[in-house]
């Protein structure tokens, strides 16, 4: 029962690098998001999807791509990376509508940028 | 824009013993959801109870209660029987039934179990 699979779990960068945080669901959920988490200011939500082909920024976009190919994939892009996007991401998927609006949850990934 | 309030950002309590946690959001819907989840040091988000604005009775899940005031905008949290396994930090969020259907989360209360 994987659940919402995210990787890696940890990645050091150096400022200006780019990289690809990776999210995949087996739960057939049309939506899925990006959080990111830092002390005192709980999940702000980046980007998020309500199906394939289907995105849209959330409070804190900048800085990050998404994309949606597939219901099951939904990779977040770093393309410079810069100190302040050090954090703990999560991705979190969800059914749409007629749902109970439980968030599944992936493990989270640290990230750390110098 | 809808936004979740969690004022204390710490919180203490016995073992055995029982505490609220307390959560306010401000939002202009009739429908939408509350919840509240639970995170431990492993990091992972875990749902500890959710509930429906349009259903009237407090949602419980075992030690696990839910004070909800929906003309107040309020929705507090209590543990009863407090066991070191619930020490984390607890996330108040909101889910609105409109549009996207985004999660906003508060800011989150980190909760120790004194033995």
């Known amino acids: ?6 990787t890696p779990k940890f990645q050091v960068l150096k400022t ?13 959920h ?8 830092d002390p005192g200011m709980g999940l702000r939500l980046i980007h998020y999807s309500v199906g394939a082909g289907i995105t849209d920024q959330g409070e804190v976009p900048n800085g990050y791509n998404v994309s949606r190919s597939t219901t099951e994939d939904f990779p977040l892009r770093l393309l410079s990376a810069a100190p302040s996007q050090t954090s703990v991401y999560f991705c979190a998927s969800s ?8 968030l599944f949850f992936g493990e989270g990934s640290r990230l750390t940028v110098l | 824009a809808q936004t979740v309030t969690q004022s204390q950002p ?3 309590v016995q073992e ?18 509350l919840f509240w989840y639970k995170q431990p040091p492993s990091r992972q988000m875990i749902l500890v109870i959710r509930q429906e604005a349009y259903k ?17 905008k309020s929705f507090s949290l209590k543990i009863s029987d407090s066991q070191l396994g619930d020490a984390a930090m607890y996330f108040c969020a909101y ?8 999660l906003v989360f508060g800011q989150g209360t980190r909760l120790t179990i004194n033995p």
Do not use: I
């Open chain 1, 16 to 28: 200006g690098q780019s990289m690809t945080l990776q999210c995949a669901q087996d739960m057939n």
């Open chain 1, 1 to 6: 029962n994987a659940g919402v699979t995210q």
């Open chain 2, 56 to 72: 009237q009775q407090n949602a419980t899940e075992n030690r696990f209660s839910v004070n909800f005031q929906k003309a107040a």
């Open chain 1, 30 to 37: 049309e939506y899925m998001s990006w959080y990111r988490q």
């Open chain 2, 95 to 102: 889910r609105t039934f409109q549009g996207a259907q985004k």
């Open chain 1, 95 to 102: 059914y749409w509508r007629g749902n109970t609006g439980e």
């Open chain 2, 10 to 12: 710490e919180m203490s």
């Open chain 2, 16 to 33: 055995a013993e029982t505490v609220t946690l307390s959560c306010t959001y401000d939002t202009s819907e009739s429908d939408y959801y």
